[in-house]
């Protein structure tokens, strides 16, 4: 009740502050719309994306429009253009649909006039102020004809913009000393974003399915650089995922080398998307640019001959030929089945896009204190822990792995009533405040023998931060303290997406509770001590996700097997299930079909286990043979993963 009337007397005073003394500033506006209940949903769109934004109400050719303007506000119009052109490179403009930014002034405008919410009722008067961040959470809901009842006091969520025509907007290029006279501007016809026009029915916003099906295409012109006459190159880092390839690879023409994607296939280890630089006649070109790539920072490169590559590049573009080879995106909303702690967490915790994360640990404490029997696999969080863990309510652990540069951080988060860091030997070479959207850590950096550690505390929130790193210096410690609350989430990791975020909701009939999840990068150890198995071999350089959760007073691991795409998954299930195929078919030892995807039932003397293939996925889902799950409750859960089209 208290914490519910804090966060109410909160949200009262933002909206004070905000709508009664908004300053004038130059702000970048991502879209535009006739209809306010669409510029709400894209600013709470937004909001789960971690970046803050609010509703400001203009007049163009005499007619209301209502833009989504990103909260960072500037005195001077040339910073407003450098952070519009920054901003497009984020993650959550693809995902959103978002193009065509533009750099605006917002002036001083009055709070809206409040609106009693009656049914019906006629359509109430547009809100004209920032709408506050955090916004109060509301369940999503079928948007129906506007003029059929009064705006919901809270924007809903998930649901996409009407169709609507564009908005005529006036020209960016406002002068700095004076506002711009509308009269003088010749407007410009703005698309709206492509979403608006095709809008998905509201259906899939209540019951949320996996994203949009992508496929993978052959190799672009670009990698045709490399050919008999200019064979060597510099092969920089190899990835398993495209769109981390895709990233680094701007990266490094950011730093001034000609890169670009070279993807392969071989029949064990499946697809490749190797990042190249240069082409040069001779290996002695090739070596010099390999020098001036370890000058920026980027090492452990190696010189690589088209003519040693040539047949995989080949075999890539012939498989792509003739198989359809897809693979999701994954959902773009966080987990509801998870207490608000965890919640909190996940929303809080940093991000930094140009860092994969190597390995990821979240802990639902109360929860886990609660299980007779403790599920494996979580001590690293008690670790980190220098208090009362009984005061902890939930945690989370990941290691950052940057691999064009080379660099690791691990970094820790917990929510807690009282909380005591772990034993620190030195004293603060600085304390600096890093700001989130949702408050303010103030931090401490210490030098421990080597290692900089960073402790932080959001008082607001109940907050606790520890981030360790021994491959930077101080100074490129600070540069990436600073750019880890700069809009992105942890909504930007595929893993995660695909994983963690399409757990079961809540199930009407069974109790099932979350307690933890964990994943890990797959590496060479895992093939190895399964002899190199055929169905093995693929495995490595992906990642196995677990989840754990509460069912019938029993613990049940989830366990992901991501490949990323289809194909691979497929033949590795397959793979492995002819193997089992030369087994005796038993009560205990048989094929199942799951939701049209084979799968097999196993029971031995530790556990009960399901497994099954789809999309880029392969799934296990078990639990102890001793408890009172069976068969039936294990495809129970399998049935309730949001995967499924």
Sequence with gaps: MKKSFKFLLSFLLLNILVFG???????????????LKNAETMVTRLENQSVAAFVYRTKVNSEDYYRVLLSKEFKKIEDARKYRDEVQKYSFVKELGLKGFWVCRAEKQAAAPKVKTV???????????????????????????????????????????????????????IPAKAPVEKAEVEPLIVKEEKEEKNPPKTEEVVNPKVGEENVLEKNTKESEILSEQRPYSVAVRSYKYKDFAENDKNRLTELGFNSYLVNTFDNKTFFSFN??????????????????????????????????????????????????????????????????AVDLILKNFPVNKDFQIDGFLVLDHDKYMECLEKPNNFDSVHGYVGSDESLMHAAALANYYDVLMGQGVSVFLATADDYTFGTVNSEP?????????????????????????LHGVNDSEKLFLTIKTKDFSQEKFEVFLNDLFKGESLLAYPQLRKTLFVLPDANEIVSRD???????????????????????????????????????????NVGFYDLDYDFNAKSVHKTFTESKNGSEVTESNHPISIQGADGWYLVNENQREISFSTKSYVISIDSNSETSLDKDDLIGIATDLKIWN
Excluded: M
């Design 119 to 173: 049914t019906p009722a006629p359509k109430p008067a547009p809100k004209v102020a920032p709408v506050p961040v955090p916004a109060p959470k509301a369940e999503p809901v079928p948007v129906k004809k506007a003029e059929a009842k009064t705006a919901p006091q809270a924007p809903v969520r998930e649901v996409e913009p009407i169709p609507e025509e564009p908005e005529v907007k006036s020209v960016e290029e």
């Design 514 to 556: 979350f307690v933890g999840f964990n994943f890990t990068k797959i590496g060479d150890s895992y093939a190895i001590s399964r002899n190199n198995a055929d169905w093995a071999v693929p495995i490595v350089g992906h990642y196995l996700s677990r989840a754990v959760l509460l069912e019938k007073n029993a613990l049940v």
């Design 275 to 340: 990042l190249h630089a240069g082409a040069f006649a001779t290996r002695e070109e090739a070596e010099a640019l390999q020098n001036q790539l370890a000058d920026k920072g980027v090492f452990d490169t190696e010189i690589s001959d088209y003519n040693t590559i040539w047949t995989r590049i080949e075999k890539y573009d012939t498989v792509i030929a003739t198989e359809k080879i897809t693979f999701d995106d994954g959902l773009y909303e966080y987990p509801k089945n998870i207490s608000p």
């Design 429 to 453: 070479i600085k304390k600096i405040d890093l700001k989130s959207e949702h408050g303010v850590f103030a931090c401490s950096i210490y030098d421990e023998a080597g290692e900089l550690v």
């Design 21 to 35: 003394a908004f300053a004038d500033g130059y702000h970048v506006c991502v879209a535009s719309y006739k209809n």
